[in-house]
């Protein structure tokens, strides 16, 4: 579907909040920006992959995650049938002060309890391109 204003606006808290979450740890509230079944992705950390609440909390409790998360220059895209998609820019504070930059690669539906990430995948900045490029 094409985005409106209002989802691009909205897309873009979902995907603010999720970075807030995880730098309060506060994973019984991932409802409020992932659907149930969602799908993520850290492989390129070595953390692989898990689906659905529980399993994206451990991975996100792993020793090594990053202590802080921040999602800039989002690009809010047309996806298919009532999906969007999302191109956004990750930095990550690690433990010791390094700092990782990646692209976060996101699948939302909407729901009627607002945008939801049903898909997140971290990428490194060459392997993900803006849709339709």
Known sequence: MKPTTNDIVEINQVLALL????????YHRLDEVMTPDVFYDCAIFGFGTATAFDAVTELMGRDG??????CTNVFVHEGPGETAGALSKGLGVLKGGGVASITFVDTLVKTPLGWRISSHVLAFNTEAKPEGK
Do not use: L, P, Q, S
């Open 19 to 26: 970075g807030h979450i995880m730098d309060t740890r506060a």
């Open 65 to 70: 995650h990053a202590a802080a998360h921040h």
